[in-house]
């Protein structure tokens, strides 16, 4: 079966430092991405990692391990306006299998 | 704006109604899928088309959905005999073969409301 896990909510403070852990199980994989979501919108792209490791961009980092089925995205100096939903996405062939998002709440 | 549209922006709906939704991808994409995106949850794939190829269908997909993309150009969506069950926002993405990472942009989605 296809699974992919997210916290369903976090609270973090304005420019602090959050990680949101993704873990999946899927009969393949052909990369991981995360997207943001904010209410009533629609995703937008933030990250891909396919090979293990950590990839970097700006305030924003993920990480992958394939052998643990396992990724987190990684939040710096936290901004009022990254209160959104972090979607984990596993990419098995051309679809994307989608975990239910992590709602992130950010207070000043 | 990711160069993405889809039209209507909000559609409501007497239950066993038909509705069918429009998608404009970035205009050189070649992939183009659909999801159906429910409150709390990520986005459900329904289908994916390559060119003018539907390629794959999600198995839960009832027949009650069809969709189209004569062209490899536009897509659409059509639901018949709507059930308050279909009430959704549906979601359009592209990408293109190549990108470094194949990533899909959305479009702003389509609020289903059956009543």
């Known amino acids: 079966g296809q699974n992919i896990d997210q916290p369903t909510e976090m609270t973090a403070t304005e420019g602090a430092i959050v990680q949101i852990n993704c873990t999946y199980q899927?009969?393949?994989?052909?990369?991981l991405f995360w997207y943001q979501q904010h209410a009533g919108e629609a995703p937008t792209f933030l990250s891909y990692?396919?090979l293990d490791g950590l990839e970097e961009k700006g305030r924003f980092s993920s990480f992958l391990s394939r052998s643990k089925g396992y990724s987190y995205l990684l939040l710096k100096e936290l901004q009022m306006k990254d209160s959104a939903s972090y979607l984990c996405?596993?990419?098995?062939?051309?679809?994307?299998?989608w975990g239910a998002g992590t709602k992130l709440i950010i207070k000043p | 704006d990711t160069g993405v549209s889809q039209d209507p922006r909000h559609k409501i709906t007497k239950r066993g109604q038909n509705v069918t939704f429009r998608c404009d991808p970035i205009?050189?994409?070649?992939?183009l899928y659909w999801y159906r995106q429910t409150l709390g949850q990520g986005p459900e794939f329904l289908t994916y088309?390559?060119?003018?190829?539907?390629?794959?269908k999600s198995r839960l997909l009832s027949d009650r959905f069809s969709a189209e993309r004569p062209k490899g150009s536009f897509s659409t969506l059509e639901i018949q005999r709507t059930e308050q069950g279909d009430s959704a926002m549906y979601l359009c993405?592209?990408?293109?073969?190549?990108?470094?990472?194949?990533?899909?942009?959305f479009g702003p989605g389509t609020r289903l409301t059956v009543l």
């Open positions: 088309f390559q060119n003018e190829a539907q390629l794959e």
């Open positions: 990692n396919v």
């Open positions: 996405a596993v990419r098995a062939l051309y679809q994307l299998i």
């Open positions: 205009s050189e994409h070649n992939r």
């Open positions: 899927t009969s393949g994989f052909n990369g």
């Open positions: 993405a592209s990408s293109l073969d190549g990108q470094t990472y194949n990533e899909q942009f």
